[in-house]
Structures are given as C-alpha cells and as structure tokens.
C-alpha cells in the first residue's frame, strides 16, 4: 500500500468536482511516478476506456442469451437495465473515493481505506483479488482450449465484435437450433420466446441467470488499478462513458436478438446453439484473440499486486533490473501455471459465472461501494433530496450485495453440484452444452 498519512495529501470531493487541493495531490503523485525509470501514471482517458471496452467485450457476453431464456423478456431486460444503472452509480462511487484517497493503487488499496485503513481488509481483499482473477484467468485457458478444439483447422482470428456479428447472422440464417434438429428437420418445436420464465423453471435457474448477468455488469475490481495508471484521473468519468455506452448496446442488443432466433434451445455461449457446424466454427474463431488479451489482462493486474507486495520499498519495483524483471517472470509463470491447473476442474461456463458472480461480484460490485459511501458522507447522508436519493440507492446496493453472497451464493452452488451429479432437469440441460 502507498502510505500518505498527511491528510492534505487526500484529495476532496466536492459537488462531485475535485477543488484545487486535490489537484495539487495528484499532480504530486504523478511527478513522483515520472521520475522512476518505470513510469505507471501515464495512461490518457482515450487509451484508459479502450483497455476497459477490451475487458469487457468478452466471451460473457454470449452467456446472456442463455439469461434470457431462463428469465424470459420482461425480467431478463429489467435485470440487465437496473444493473446497468447500479454499474455507473458504483462505478462513479469508486472513482469519487479514488479521488478522496489518490493513493490507491488497486482493489486492495481501496478495500483498506473502505474499512477505516483496516490491514485485515487489505489482506482479505488481496485473497479475493487474486482468487477471482486466477479463475477468470482459468476460465479462458480453457474457453480458448474449446474454441481451439472446435477449430480443428486452428484458424486465426480478428475480434470478438466480428463474433458476435457473425453469430446473429447465423442464428437469423438456419432452419433451427442445434438442440432443434434432428438430421435436417427441426423436431423438437417451433423456436418460441416468452415475456415470463416457463412453467417449471426453477428458482436455482433464474438466481443463475440473474448471477449471469450480474457478473458482466461488474468490473470495478479493476478499475482502482486502471485509474492509478492514468495521467488525470479525474478524467476516468469520460473513460466510464465511453464504456457504459459500448457495454449498454453490447450486453442488451447481441443477447436480445439471440434470444429471438434461438429461443427455449439458448445455451451459454450462444455459439453453442448454432446448429451449422460452419456456422458453428466461423463465429468461434473470431473469440481467440479478445479471450487471449482479456486473460492477459486480469493476469498483469495480479501480477502487479503480488510483484509490488515482494518489491516493496526496493527500487527494483520501479526501475528496469535484471533482478526486478526476473522476479516479475516468475510472478507472471506461477499465475499461469496455477490458471492452468484450476482450467481444469472448471465446471459450465454458466455455473462458472454464476460462482463469479455471488462469491466475488457481491463484494466487487456492490458492498465495497456501499461501505465507501458510507465513508465519503457520513454525518450528512440525507443533506437534500439528490442526497437522500443516492443514499437510498446505496443501501439497495448493499442489500444486493448480501442477497448475492447469501442465496445467490447457495444456488450457485447447487447448480455445479446438480451438474457434476450428471443433472439433465430442464432448468440445466441447454446451458451445460459444451463448447
């Protein structure tokens, strides 16, 4: 942890704008970092909301078809617009308390401030951090292992944009679903979609969709170290847009228009429902590359955190020795070697995201930033109406919160468990479709 005691040193909010003290905290902080011969604090809010779309256009993203047949229309769209809405509140919540205490350099960083400067919370919040990246890690050794696998040919690919775009082609394009065919001929009934869940749809099944959905709006455990790179990080509001506007069309939009012409056959991922074995590989083959560099991605931001916690106080953390780099090797092979192995033991990649999302979301999405509310206006949480308002809201957020690391947690669960006992109830078999 960076360790600014001096309480001038911290930035302060006001009206949601920074004021002059807080500038003059930051722009510290940046000299400070530019006069190492490895300089972190450089990235522009062009660049920062790039690297937080390439997060975020991820494989998940064919998960919410599936959500939707289990939720059906009007709850499916409802739960996908409200944690939408709780994304950018907590997203903004996070980057106001960032400002408050610009010493943050990751999720660990904040949970320590969060709790009142509490070492126990910075310790478990490093446990979470690298336990829920490893397995995303995890998760796309061995998504790219499947999709690999499907491309026999191992063709290359370009981007998971042309994926998706492809997959609504696709879907729009063949007589029927995979699981609707029986040689050439659709047997299993006309591709129908409902306003509702379907009759015998269990409760386990919808917590597992909304779990669904909730994991891909919630990717704020890496925000605190994307902000702590950037040159002005009272900017990163600009970079948030851009990524509300791009995740708003691609998690609503792709998943909608699947659901319409794939229907009750929905799987996670969507791909997994093409009934054209072509069609099947043409769409694949475009999701090597974003499963490739969103892997990279949540392995450097481990890496930094395990690297920074070895280093501390050395002045290889910041300059390029052969020490330092090596270190910083074998930091990045231990990750990946342990990535490896939990790809493994890797259950559906529905239940997968379900656990994700109640075991770790729960925290990173919603009852740190209520906490960090709390913190940011105590003694005058109900000054005004726009204040009550957001007050409430962040009491909500918590309530989440619990809810998902409570039952949320439990069906999560007892889906995998359903699935490795060899389920075949209605409310499993679609989405447990292998790549």
């Not at 998940?60 to 709780?86: E, K, N, R, Y």
């Not at 090797?329 to 890797?346: G, L, N, P, S, T």
Request: glycine fraction near 8%.
């Amino acid at each position: 942890m960076a360790d600014f005691p001096d309480d001038k040193e911290k930035a302060v909010i006001a009206g949601g704008e920074l004021d002059n003290d807080s500038t003059t905290s930051i722009t510290a902080l940046v000299f400070e970092d530019h006069q190492h011969d490895i300089k972190l604090r450089t990235m522009s809010w062009q660049k920062a909301a790039w690297l937080l779309c390439g997060d975020q256009v991820c494989l998940a993203i064919m998960a919410q078809t599936w959500s939707l047949s289990v939720l059906g229309w009007g709850p499916g769209i409802v739960t996908m617009i409200v944690a939408g809405v709780l994304f950018w509140i907590t997203s903004m919540t996070m980057w106001k308390f960032i400002m408050k205490y610009p010493q943050i350099k990751d999720i660990c960083d904040f949970g320590y401030y969060a709790f009142g400067k509490s070492k126990i919370a910075y310790e478990f919040t490093g446990f979470m951090l690298l336990a829920n990246n490893i397995m995303l890690i995890g998760f796309h050794v061995l998504t790219g292992a499947k999709i690999l696998n499907t491309l026999s040919d191992h063709s290359q690919s370009a981007c998971m944009g042309m994926a998706i775009l492809l997959f609504l082609i696709f879907a729009g394009i063949e007589p029927a679903p995979l699981y609707g065919y029986n040689g050439d001929y659709p047997t299993d009934g006309e591709v129908r979609t409902y306003a509702a869940p379907l009759p015998g749809t269990t409760w386990v099944a919808c917590m597992n969709a909304v779990l669904n959905i909730t994991f891909l709006w919630v990717p704020q455990i890496l925000f605190p170290t994307f902000i702590s790179e950037m040159e002005k990080p009272q900017d990163f509001p600009k970079s948030l847009a851009v990524l509300a506007v791009v995740s708003g069309f691609l998690f609503i939009i792709p998943p909608a228009i699947g659901f319409r012409y794939l229907g009750q056959y929905s799987t996670a991922p969507a791909f997994g429902s093409l009934g054209v074995v072509a069609y099947k590989k043409a769409s694949f083959a475009f999701v090597i590359v974003p499963t490739l560099v969103i892997g990279v991605i949540y392995a450097n931001v481990s890496a930094k955190f395990i690297y920074f916690r070895i280093m501390r106080g050395s002045h290889h953390a910041h300059s390029n020795t052969v020490f330092g780099w090596a270190m910083w090797i074998v930091v990045m092979a231990v990750i990946w070697v342990i990535a490896f192995i939990f790809a493994e033991v890797i259950p559906s990649m529905g239940d997968f995201l379900s656990l994700l999302g109640a075991a770790f979301d729960s925290f990173f999405g919603f009852i740190f930033f209520a906490v960090a509310y709390w913190q940011l206006y105590q003694g005058k949480l109900f000054a005004g109406a726009g204040r009550s308002i957001m007050t409430v809201v962040h009491v909500l957020v918590m309530i989440i919160g619990l809810f998902l690391l409570g039952p949320g947690l439990y069906t999560a669960v007892k889906a995998i468990m359903a699935d490795y006992a060899g389920s075949t109830t209605p409310a499993f078999t679609c989405k447990n479709m292998s790549i």
